[in-house]
Structures are given as structure tokens and as C-alpha cells.
């Protein structure tokens, strides 16, 4: 393997990848055997997901960086392609699932489109960021673009419904531009163009008021849309300081809906503690750092800014996941990265790791 290779990068996403494997296996074997007489089905998906994953970023990591420059507007189409594709059920290619259509099937395989989209929005905002350069303080020709073409990919999101995913995109680009130096007073201002917007879906989307109303009392409907949020803090007080125990959990026998996807943390805390939580938080933590570092020592603005970009979207699907389990945000249905059980999630993350590598191959000693 290239020395110049951030290897403690890779140390951390490997642990990262066995935690998830373990809780994947502690949270899903009950449900699994009963609900489809197979303890290790949802392990041995995750496995495999798992795998095509690193073969992802071994490939990325080998490709040096810079091409995707060239492939970024043809990247971009095919994403918004993609997302199109879902929302059109005649052609018998999307998948719904409750209220929501946000899959494409293949004969082989399911995926989420708006996970390649989170990377491929990345990909476009750190290309315009650093083919603009001073002129992204410039409102029309710098601002406006990015805005523009962003607010498709997202305004395709809230269409399927899908508003988690979509405000996630928002707050990334956010972020991503006040980063890359775009004037405070635009990113304040764009929000406020997007709040009737966001009104509207959460008064006419029947469920997503009653996440908000769960978030803010979930006592008030203990078996309804509070349901998963009690049963959450449930778990993290079973668990204390030490755990009950790696597999000795309760809370993932059919009391916690969703315990190996979007709430895995809770079983993580309920059977290896707050030390255990700390530890995965410290984990992530140093992974934010490595990115951070590879930003910082990028040869070009392109690498700087697409390091950042892979970072700062990990970093928020971690804090966003970490406050909806823990009862600080409303419910949005983001997986913790590496750990939850999900394919496309996995796989576009270990893809993004795979470019963060290249970075960090190509870049500055020292």
C-alpha cells in the first residue's frame, strides 16, 4: 500500500465497519430468526454491502482525484437522473414503501438514489467552489449557481417525500459555501426563501407533523409517534455506564422499531453503556480530524474542499443521527454511518472515505 495513504483513516473506518458488524448481528438476530427463520440474514447482507463497499474505496483510493473534476457535471446528471427516475412509478423501476417512494430496484440489487445524490452534491459544490474561487462572494455568478442547481437535487428529495434527506442536503450545501467563504448574509437569507416551503409539507404531510409534535412531546402519545423515541431513552438508561451486556439487550426484541437501521446507537448504548457511546463518539471524532487534516494539506482547492465536503457530510449524518437517538432532534431516518445496517449508505460512505484517501495520497507532508 501507498505510505502517503492516511492510514489512520483507514485504521478507524475498519473499526468503525466491525462495531457495526457485531451491533448489526446483536440488534437483528432475533427479529430475523423469527421474522424470517434466518438469526444472520441481516448480517450477511451487511456483510456483503460491506465488501462492495472497500472494493469502492480501493478503487477511488487508487484513482487519482482530480479526474472527477472532469466527471463532475456527468456525475451530477446522472444523480438528478436518478432521482427523477424514482418519482416516476409507471416505469415500475421505484420501490414504495409507506407513504414514500425513494428506491430504485434492479434485478440484482436495491438502491437510494439521494445517497449517491449527498455525494454528488459534494463532488458539484467543491468543483464550483474552487472554479469560481473569489467569485463565489459574487451573489450571481458565484452564489445563485450553486443555490440553483442544489435546490433541484433537494426540492426532488421533499418530492419523494423525503424531507430528513432533503434538509441534510441543505444544511451540507450550507455549510459547504460558508466554508469556501460565501458571504454570512446569503446563507442567511437562503433559509429564509425555504421556510414556506417547509411549512407547507409539514401541514400537508400528515406524518411529518406528527414527528415534529412526537419530538417535542412524545409523552403525550406514549404508543403512537412517541413510541420509538421513549423506547430509545429506555435503552440508553438500561444501559448506564457499563451496559447490560454485548447481546444481553431487550429493547431490540420487537420494542425498538427500526434497532438495526436508524436507532442502532441505542442498542450500542444499551449493551456497552455510555463508555461504549463515548467510545464510538471518540472514534468519529478522529475521523473527522483525518479529514479535516487531509482538507488542510490538499495540493489544489478541488482536493481541499472535496476533502472537506466527504467530512463535513459524514460529520453531519453522525450528529444529526446521534440527536435524533438521543431526543435532541425530531425523527429523520439518517443511518449512523458504518455502523447502521443499509446498503447505498454504506457503500457511497466507503466511497467517500475511498476519495478522502486519494486526497490524502496526492497531498502536502508535513
Not at 463532475?72 to 424514482?86: C, D, F, K, N, R
Request: aromatic share 12%; proline share 3%.
Amino acid at each position: 500500500m501507498n505510505s502517503r495513504y492516511d492510514r489512520t483513516l483507514i485504521v478507524i473506518v475498519l473499526i468503525l465497519l466491525g462495531i457495526g458488524w457485531i451491533m448489526v448481528y446483536s440488534s437483528s438476530t432475533v427479529m430475523s430468526e423469527i421474522t424470517y427463520h434466518d438469526g444472520f440474514k441481516f448480517l450477511k447482507r451487511q456483510l456483503l454491502f460491506s465488501f462492495l463497499g472497500l472494493l469502492a474505496m480501493l478503487v477511488a483510493m487508487k484513482i487519482d482525484y482530480r479526474n472527477l473534476s472532469v466527471w463532475t457535471y456527468p456525475i451530477l446528471a446522472l444523480s438528478i437522473l436518478l432521482l427523477i427516475l424514482v418519482l416516476i412509478p409507471e416505469l415500475g423501476l421505484s420501490l414504495k414503501v409507506g407513504v414514500a417512494r425513494r428506491w430504485l430496484r434492479t434485478p440484482w440489487f436495491i438502491f437510494q438514489p439521494s445517497e449517491l445524490g449527498k455525494l454528488a452534491l459534494v463532488i458539484f459544490v467543491a468543483y464550483s467552489l474552487a472554479k469560481k474561487e473569489d467569485k463565489i462572494k459574487d451573489f450571481f455568478l458565484g452564489f445563485l449557481p450553486v443555490i440553483a442547481i442544489s435546490g433541484i437535487m433537494i426540492l426532488l428529495v421533499v418530492m419523494e417525500p423525503d424531507m430528513g434527506t432533503a434538509i441534510f442536503m441543505g444544511i451540507l450545501t450550507m455549510v459547504l459555501l460558508f466554508i469556501g467563504g460565501t458571504k454570512l448574509s446569503y446563507l442567511v437569507t437562503a433559509p429564509l426563501f425555504a421556510a414556506p416551503g417547509l411549512y407547507f409539507f409539514i401541514t400537508h404531510f400528515h406524518y411529518s407533523h406528527r414527528r415534529i409534535m412526537a419530538f417535542l412531546h412524545p409523552w403525550e402519545d406514549v404508543k403512537g409517534m412517541g413510541f420509538q423515541i421513549i423506547q430509545s431513552f429506555v435503552a440508553l438508561g438500561s444501559g448506564g455506564l457499563w451496559g447490560v451486556g454485548l447481546g444481553d439487550g431487550r429493547q431490540k426484541l420487537f420494542f425498538l422499531p427500526a434497532a438495526h437501521t436508524d436507532f442502532i446507537l441505542a442498542i450500542l448504548g444499551e449493551e456497552v453503556g455510555f463508555l461504549g457511546i463515548m467510545g464510538t463518539i471518540l472514534l468519529f471524532a478522529l475521523l473527522i480530524w483525518r479529514g479535516v487534516k487531509i482538507s488542510l494539506r490538499a495540493e489544489d482547492a478541488f482536493g481541499a474542499h472535496l476533502a472537506m465536503g466527504i467530512t463535513c457530510m459524514i460529520a453531519l449524518q453522525v450528529i444529526i443521527n446521534m440527536g435524533v437517538v438521543l431526543g435532541l432532534l425530531p425523527t429523520k431516518g439518517l443511518t449512523l454511518p458504518f455502523i447502521s445496517y443499509g446498503g447505498t449508505s454504506l457503500v457511497v460512505s466507503l466511497l467517500g472515505i475511498g476519495i478522502l484517501l486519494s486526497i490524502s495520497a496526492r497531498g502536502r507532508r508535513g
